[in-house]
C-alpha cells in the first residue's frame, strides 16, 4: 500500500502529530509513505494562465515542481491532505499546491486512478475552523474523483502539540485508532458513491458539447467517457 501525505505545514505541531499518529495506525512494513511538506514543496504561486487548462499540465510554468506531486498522487492508495487552520481556511502555502491542480477537476480532466481511491483529511485549530478547513480539502479530493473521504478535524485549544493537554491528547488517540480502523477496511476495496457518479454523468453531458475547451474534450474522447465508459 502506498500512501501520500500532503502536509499543509513544515513544523512539527498539533496537525502534524495528530496525521503522524494516524500513519502510524495505518500502515505496516509493506506500507510506503511519501510526505510532502508545504512551503517546502510548494510551487510558486499560480499566476491564472490557463495552461493547464487549455494547453495540458505540463505547459504550467511551475511543472517541474508540481507534475512528480501529481504522478506520486496517482500512484497513492490513501491521499492524507493535512492543515492547521488559519484565520477559518487552510494555510496559504497548501492552497498554493492544490490552486495547480485545478485541471485534474472532474468538470475537466480527473485521473481515472482517483476513482478508487480513498482520502483522509485532517485539521487542528485552537477554537474554530476545522469544519470549514477539512470541508475546503475534502472538496478538492472529491473533486478529483477521489472515492471516499473521511475527515478529522480537532480544536486542540492549544498553539503547539507539547500544550495539548494531555487528556486531550488520550481522547484524540482514541478517536484515531477507531477511524484509522474503518479507513483501514476501505483501502483497496472502494467504490465511488452515487453524489460522484452523478456529478461525472453532468460532467460527461458538459464535455459532450464542449466547444470551450479541445483539451478537455480530447481527454474525455481518448478515455472512451463521451461513450458509456467509466473509470470505476
Ligand atoms: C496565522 C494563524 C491563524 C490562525 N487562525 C485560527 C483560527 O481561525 N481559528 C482557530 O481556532 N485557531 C487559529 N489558529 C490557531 C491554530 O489553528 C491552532 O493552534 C492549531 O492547532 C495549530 O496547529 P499546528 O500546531 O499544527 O501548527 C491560527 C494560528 C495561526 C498561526
Known amino acids: 500500500m502506498r500512501i501520500v501525505v500532503l502536509h499543509g505545514q513544515l513544523h512539527k505541531g498539533s496537525t502534524y502529530n495528530i496525521t503522524k499518529l494516524f500513519l ?16 517546502k514543496d510548494t510551487p510558486s504561486f499560480c499566476i491564472g494562465c490557463f495552461n493547464c487548462f487549455t494547453k495540458g499540465e505540463e505547459q504550467c510554468p511551475h511543472a517541474e515542481v508540481v507534475q512528480p506531486i501529481v504522478k506520486a498522487i496517482e500512484e497513492a492508495d490513501l491521499l ?13 502555502q497548501l492552497k498554493t499546491l492544490l490552486d495547480h491542480l485545478a485541471y485534474l477537476w472532474m468538470p475537466h480532466r480527473p485521473h ?12 487542528t485549530a485552537a477554537g474554530a475552523g476545522t469544519k470549514k478547513v477539512t470541508k ?8 478529483w474523483g477521489v472515492a471516499k473521504i473521511y475527515r478529522y478535524g480537532k480544536n486542540v485549544a492549544a498553539s503547539s502539540w507539547e500544550t495539548v493537554k494531555p487528556e486531550k491528547k488520550r481522547q484524540i488517540e482514541k478517536e484515531v485508532i477507531k477511524l484509522a480502523s ?3 477496511k476501505q483501502i483497496g476495496k472502494t467504490k465511488p458513491g452515487i453524489k460522484t457518479k452523478a456529478i461525472f454523468q453532468v460532467m460527461r453531458m458538459s464535455q459532450k458539447i464542449n466547444d470551450w475547451n479541445p483539451t478537455d474534450r480530447e481527454y474525455w474522447l481518448q478515455k472512451g467517457w463521451l461513450d458509456s465508459s467509466k473509470p470505476w
Open 182 to 184: 474503518r479507513i483501514s
Open 24 to 39: 502510524d495506525n495505518l500502515s505496516d512494513e509493506n506500507t510506503e509513505i511519501i510526505e510532502y511538506f508545504m512551503p
Open 80 to 92: 492524507v491532505l493535512e492543515s492547521p487552520c488559519y484565520v477559518y481556511g487552510m494555510s496559504g
Open 112 to 123: 481515472p486512478k482517483m476513482f478508487s481511491k480513498v482520502g483522509l483529511v485532517i485539521s
Open 136 to 143: 475546503a480539502l475534502k472538496d478538492n479530493l472529491f473533486y
